[in-house]
């Protein structure tokens, strides 16, 4: 059942990660001419003027516009039907639509087997969701919107009254140790270097972790996201010839390593606790 869920979802983020950006900076577009009271363009006035949110309008094929039917939009399966083409012009379907659903039914089931039938199992799917959407969003724009990074940090000291994952005094100490440590290596990076080395969604993401796992899991949080994301970028660089002035986003590293901690963080802080 918890796999039926989440390849539901996943094709539900693929929605949430093509449309949220687009809707934050139509947001953002008008915010500014209102601001700076200026006059949008004609072009920018119209297509802002339509409706677009994460429920409407239906989803179209991006090369001829054709409505996607019911039995187009199957998780995996209409993908596999329709030879990964388009139905009307045959232009091919990005594969990541179906991986994104088929890895998302994975790791649902891959939560629902390690936690059972509880209140884990509930707040870890709604957290897992979160960071798939969060993670692709950063690859593609690197933003990490607050829409979706505040509430899973509200929602992360709220599941501590109940001790999903850690008491109350731990997970406020969390999320506040989890923002201010990355802000701190921010502030020193720029006092240094006059740049910006991260932006503020890595501190609220952070600070998700803190609040979700309590204080004692962002040692290894940080460690494991800042090797992953030293080893990708200098591969990057060295095998791809991408420049070291290219920001990488670090929002999925740090994702990773906060599903590693939500697995086996027990372990790990044990591990390293057992060098000492």
């Not at 094929?61 to 998780?75: E, F, G, L, S, Y």
């Not at 936690?115 to 979160?130: E, H, K, N």
């Not at 932006?199 to 979700?212: E, Q, R, S, Y």
Request: aromatic share 14%.
């Amino acid at each position: 059942m918890i796999g039926f869920v989440g390849l539901c979802v996943g094709s539900f983020l693929n929605v949430v990660i093509y449309r949220l950006p687009i809707m934050m900076e139509r947001d953002w577009r008008q915010q500014s001419a209102e601001f700076l009271e200026i006059r949008l363009s004609d072009n920018d006035s119209d297509s802002d003027s339509v409706t677009f949110n994460l429920s409407t309008p239906n989803s179209k094929c991006p090369a001829c516009k054709a409505a996607i039917r019911a039995w187009q939009n199957i998780p995996v399966f209409s993908y596999i039907m329709l030879g990964g083409k388009c139905a009307n012009c045959k232009t091919s379907i990005s594969i990541r639509y179906p991986l994104v659903e088929f890895v998302t039914a994975v790791l649902s089931i891959l939560i629902a087997w390690h936690f059972g039938f509880s209140l884990q199992t509930l707040f870890a799917l709604i957290l897992l969701w979160s960071l798939i959407a969060l993670s692709l969003i950063d690859l593609d724009h690197q933003l990490l919107p607050d829409s979706i990074t505040l509430p899973l940090l509200w929602l992360g000291l709220f599941s501590s009254v109940f001790n999903v994952f850690t008491d109350s005094k731990s997970s406020i100490i969390g999320a506040i140790a989890g923002y201010l440590s990355l802000w701190s290596v921010y502030m020193v990076f720029k006092l240094l270097t006059g740049k910006e080395g991260m932006g503020f969604g890595d501190f609220k993401l952070l600070a998700v972790f803190g609040a979700w796992f309590g204080w004692k899991f962002l040692p290894v949080i940080i460690l494991l996201s800042s090797v992953v994301g030293a080893v990708v970028g200098i591969c990057m660089i060295v095998f791809t010839k991408r420049g070291k002035e290219v920001p990488i986003p670090f929002g999925p590293y740090l994702a990773g390593a906060g599903l590693i901690a939500l697995f086996c963080g027990e372990q790990l802080i044990a591990w390293y606790l057992g060098r000492f």
